[in-house]
């Protein structure tokens, strides 16, 4: 079992993070985000010590419950947080994709891998559940910031070329006087012509009629048409979105993935190693923890975009 850390001992880890901070400062670096967030995680890590030991004293499913919604409403905050598009559909898009994808995973690996007695054992489902919706939360944020700056980029796009052709329109310029009937000396010796001329273009007018109507429905033909191929080309090129904002928000998880066992060693098989455990029994709760966050935030994203293309207007789809 490791040794119990000291508060006066635990103090020297913040030697090398004054330091940082102050050096920061010194080159003209904003340095008011990093003191803020390491107040905070003091401030919460703190508190959280007190939390767990009342969670794991009372062992109450119904407390259990409670401490989970809270944590996926605060994850939900927190994700749509640098949203340039804060609503309330948005959050509750992000709160349902946090449950099915975050809580169906962690009840699988709860119930079918670790076989938890009872089920709602808050030693081990409230930190599993905290590492599982931090990384939901952290893929549907980057999900989220890469389709609004798509959205932002074709935005502009659209207004270049608009403004381009409005420059590009010249007003049509008139050639010639603009005369009716035939000019002439005038007086009643022309009222005749004037009346020939008006029943030939009405002959010629109702002649016309048939065929007129019929390129009228050929062009509200060729419109529907028209509309219908620029919707699928739209659909089309919001997908295309959906799935590049899918890859960049899988990026951070995909290369923990690659590095684990080479290039780092997760803190949870680190922390059971200080413990005492078994590296080889470690490896295999690290394996779990892997496919754990893999899995979760992955199922988050796909109901995120599903929820997205089907409870948002046509005219506002992003996915």
Not at 105 to 123: C, F, K, M
Not at 193 to 211: I, N
Request: proline share 4%; hydrophobic share 45%; with cysteine.
């Amino acid at each position: 079992m490791a040794d119990p850390i000291s508060l006066t001992r635990l103090s020297f880890a913040l030697i090398p993070v004054v330091g940082l901070l102050l050096y920061l400062a010194v080159l003209g670096y904003a340095v008011r985000g990093s003191l803020h967030g390491l107040a905070r995680m003091l401030i919460q890590l703190s508190l959280v010590g007190y939390l767990l030991v009342f969670l794991f004293e009372s062992d109450q499913a119904w407390i259990v419950l409670l401490a989970l919604t809270v944590m996926m409403l605060a994850a939900s905050l927190i994700a749509v947080r640098t949203s340039t598009q804060n609503s309330w559909r948005r959050y509750v898009h992000v709160w349902i994709s946090i449950l099915v994808g975050g809580g169906g995973t962690l009840a699988i690996v709860t119930q079918g891998v670790l076989e938890v007695t009872p089920w709602y054992s808050p030693r081990v489902v409230i930190p599993l559940a905290g590492m599982t919706f931090s990384n939901c939360m952290n893929a549907l944020s980057l999900a989220i910031e890469r389709l609004e700056a798509s959205e932002k980029a074709i935005e502009k796009a659209s207004e270049k070329e608009k403004a381009s052709e409005k420059v590009a329109e010249k007003p049509s310029a008139r050639t010639g006087p603009e005369t009716c009937g035939v000019v002439g000396n005038g007086g009643l010796g022309n009222e005749s012509m004037r009346q020939d001329t008006a029943e030939v273009a009405c002959e010629d007018s109702l002649s016309s009629e048939g065929s007129y109507v019929g390129r009228t429905v050929d062009q509200e033909v060729r419109t529907e048409d028209q509309e219908v191929e620029g919707q699928r080309v739209a659909d089309g090129a919001a997908g295309q979105r959906a799935r590049e904002a899918v890859s960049v928000a899988l990026i951070p998880i995909t290369n923990s993935l690659f590095a684990v066992g080479i290039v780092s060693i997760p803190g949870m098989m680190t922390g059971q190693v200080l413990a005492g455990v078994s590296p080889l029994i470690a490896a295999r709760y690290q394996i779990m923890i892997m496919c754990l966050v893999f899995a979760s935030a992955g199922w988050s994203l796909m109901v995120f975009m599903w929820l997205r293309r089907t409870g948002t207007p046509p005219t506002e789809r992003i996915a």
